[in-house]
């Protein structure tokens, strides 16, 4: 077992759509989620959530009110990992599309209620429903 990491995420909506990057190796390689990365030493969580959108998608981001936090516990993965993830509101500076950057195969706006669908990383899906930011899981 592995001591669990803290990894800030930012939850970025534009109309009826959300920011999502879809992960790119690791345990989580082919699943989508939000922009997301472990906060660094001397760093705080809006630090690390602003950081997760410039180097992910290449935009340029303010942080907002925390929104919620999940953990992902994967035991069945060699070496198991274990994230405890604090989502932040975000919202987003550039009027341009975002580009597949550092750890994501692509970054995208999605509409909202085609978010469900992906196959997101573990606890995403509960948490952004919970907040209403999507209306049912799949």
Known sequence: MVD???VAGAVATRGNDLLV?????????GRWSVPLA???GGETMVEAAVRAVAEQTGLGA????????????RTADP???HEVVACFTSVILDAVDPTAGAEV???????????????LVDGLAELLAEHGVIDTLA
């Open 62 to 73: 303010l942080s907002g009110p925390f929104l919620g936090w999940y953990e992902s516990i």
């Open 38 to 40: 472990r906060v660094a």
């Open 79 to 81: 070496g198991g990992a």
């Open 21 to 29: 990057v879809r992960r790119d190796g690791g345990p989580a390689e």
């Open 105 to 119: 195969a692509e970054a995208r706006w999605m509409p909202v209620w085609d978010v469900a669908e992906l196959p």
């Open 4 to 6: 669990p990491v803290v």
